[in-house]
């Protein structure tokens, strides 16, 4: 009897979980956004929720949590019930190349599904003589030993790999400059204290556009919807000068397959026109993926930005 009693209570649990996963979401959910509001990252997570929130009829509020590692740390602790949920960006991937003694593991978090990219855009001061890759190449060889300053959103940032790749697929001398900040690095081009930076389009785009600052290229995999005169690195001849400012959805370790599925689904409501209008206004292009696309990115990046980590000695401490 026992027994009996045992297995019946094993499978009124069971009913019990499976009734209460059907019901989410019965209260509003948490994105976490590592960075503070204004950036790419939060305009994208702003608009998405909007958008997800009204697929899954439920509310999905924004939490900002700035810091290194702090917004991380915040989703990789959290009960994994569907209710917690992190957009991250780079620093997914990066952070663990970079940095040691994380307060958390690459596998406390697992992927939901890619949202969207800010595309990455190189550029100079106008006082810069080049107009592209090449003559910005041969310009950039004529700047003795010392070479070339670009200034970066801080050691280990996206504009610090681009650098690095720079680096490596030019062989120019480039002396790295880190800033606190992506708005820090690119007031130091618009001031010429630094000759160029890379940053989101959504930071670029309106000086690009008022002629405070000169595009070099794009380090996207295709042209800005909302600049398309700009073509890409891989145009212009430096295909291993990529990588985008993305924003993607991940969830706590533990958090059930059969929400994750769902959240993904809802996440494709950011592919709809008005939404891709919305954000493509500010540069960026929206990317909602299934979530093996989106765990074979990650796993693709972590191999891909590993290797030039390594080999150019960087260091999240620098």
Same mark, same amino acid.
């Given at each position: ?34 960075? +503070? ?7 994208? !997570?702003? =608009?998405?929720? %909007? #958008?997800?929130?009204?697929? /899954?009829? &439920? ?125 820090? +690095? ?7 204290? !630094?000759? =160029?930076?890379? %940053? #989101?389009?959504?930071?670029? /785009?309106? &000086? ?111």
């Amino acid at each position: 009897m026992k027994g009996v009693a045992l297995a019946a209570a094993i499978l009124v649990g069971a009913i019990s979980a499976t009734a209460a996963r059907a019901e989410w979401p019965d209260h509003p959910i948490r994105w976490v956004v590592p960075f +503070g509001p204004g950036g790419a990252n939060d305009l994208i !997570a702003r =608009v998405a929720a %909007e #958008a997800a929130g009204k697929n /899954l009829g &439920q509310q999905i509020l924004i939490e900002n949590r700035p810091g290194a590692t702090v917004g991380t740390q915040t989703v990789a602790r959290a009960a994994p019930d569907g209710y917690t949920f992190m957009v991250g960006a780079a620093g997914v991937i990066t952070n663990s190349l970079l940095l040691k003694n994380l307060p958390y593991q690459d596998s406390d978090l697992v992927p939901v599904g890619m949202i969207a990219v800010a595309p990455s855009v190189i550029v100079v001061n106008p006082s810069v003589p080049a107009s592209n890759m090449a003559e910005f190449v041969a310009w950039a060889k004529t700047q003795g030993d010392k070479g070339l300053t670009w200034s970066t959103a801080g050691s280990g940032s996206t504009p610090h790999f681009v650098a690095e790749m720079f680096k490596e697929a030019t062989g120019a001398n480039v002396t790295i400059v880190p800033y606190r900040s992506g708005n820090d +690095g690119v007031n130091a081009v618009l001031s010429n204290s !630094a000759s =160029v930076t890379s %940053e #989101a389009s959504i930071v670029v /785009l309106p &000086q690009i556009k008022a002629g405070l600052l000169k595009a070099i290229a794009t380090t996207y995999e295709k042209r800005i919807a909302a600049y398309p005169q700009l073509s890409t690195t891989a145009e212009q001849g430096f295909p291993t000068v990529r990588i985008g400012h993305w924003a993607g959805l991940l969830a706590p370790r533990g958090t059930p397959e059969s929400i994750i599925a769902r959240m993904n689904a809802a996440l494709s409501a950011v592919n709809a026109p008005e939404v891709q209008a919305k954000l493509g206004e500010s540069g960026i292009e929206t990317a909602a993926g299934s979530v093996a696309d989106f765990a074979a990115f990650i796993a693709g990046e972590r191999q891909r930005l590993g290797t030039l980590a390594a080999k150019a000695k960087m260091s999240g401490d620098q």
